[in-house]
């Protein structure tokens, strides 16, 4: 199970960092990710973190902005959002597929003021 938390309204700008704690210890992990969901769109995966090497990848809209990365001992998953904007507005959550299976957190919704 996948607990989200850290979203919340903060202006154009700023900075949030969203948290995905899993309770349990995660096997077979293929790559944990944050993806968001903004007003009239799709689901869209913004940021993948691979546990082959911890290398990381993010769509063309957050990259420079966003980083992922992974508490191994906390068993969780980080998203550093910075100079944030207000097309960034949405419910972010997190999912991780392992062994090829795919699971979503609950959403935290992050609203940017302009």
């Known amino acids: 199970q996948l607990q989200a938390s850290g979203g919340g309204l903060v202006q154009a700008g700023g900075s949030l960092r969203l948290s995905c704690a899993a309770s349990?210890?995660?096997?077979?992990?293929?790559?944990m990710g944050w993806a968001r969901q903004t007003p009239g769109n799709q689901r869209e995966l913004v940021a993948t973190?691979?546990?082959?090497?911890?290398?990381?990848n993010y769509a063309d809209s957050v990259k420079g902005r966003f980083t992922i990365s992974r508490d191994n001992a906390k068993n969780t998953v980080y998203l550093q959002m910075n100079s944030l904007k207000p097309e960034d507005t949405g419910v972010y959550y997190c999912?991780?597929?392992?062994?090829?299976?795919?699971?979503w957190g609950q959403g935290t919704l992050v609203t940017v003021s302009s």
């Open positions: 973190w691979f546990p082959s090497g911890a290398s990381t």
């Open positions: 349990g210890s995660i096997f077979g992990i293929n790559f």
């Open positions: 999912t991780v597929v392992a062994n090829g299976v795919r699971s």
